[in-house]
């Protein structure tokens, strides 16, 4: 059974960093592509960040320079790193492994004030 669990959210001034990490069990985590989604209230779902299995990476041009993707296969996580957050990066934010139509984390809240 897969298992993705996040840690890391919390509330942030802005300028402020946090970084989010998405521990995986019960798959092989090198072979899969990886991503985080973020949500913010009455938004759709949108993918931030990106890293195929052969370690192509892609972000939204909202994070292009702020945000860092990253996994450590040792660890079978994967992270985010966030600098430089705005209060328009406020949401919850979910990490996913396989696409749209795999497995997903349960969510963390990153609020970032002003």
């Known amino acids: 059974q897969v298992r993705l669990v996040e840690s890391g959210g919390g509330l942030v001034q802005a300028g402020g960093s946090l970084r989010l990490a998405c521990a995986a069990s019960g798959i092989i985590f090198r072979l899969v592509p990886m991503g985080w989604y973020r949500q913010a209230p009455g938004e759709q779902r949108e993918l931030v960040a990106s890293?195929?299995?052969?370690?192509?990476?892609n972000y939204v041009d909202s994070v292009k320079g702020r945000f860092t993707i990253s996994r450590d296969f040792a660890k079978n996580t994967e992270y985010l790193q966030m600098n430089s957050l705005k209060p328009e990066d406020t949401a919850v934010y979910y990490c996913n492994i396989g696409g749209v139509s795999g497995f997903w984390g349960q969510g963390t809240q990153v609020t970032v004030s002003s």
């Open positions: 890293i195929t299995s052969v370690g192509s990476i």
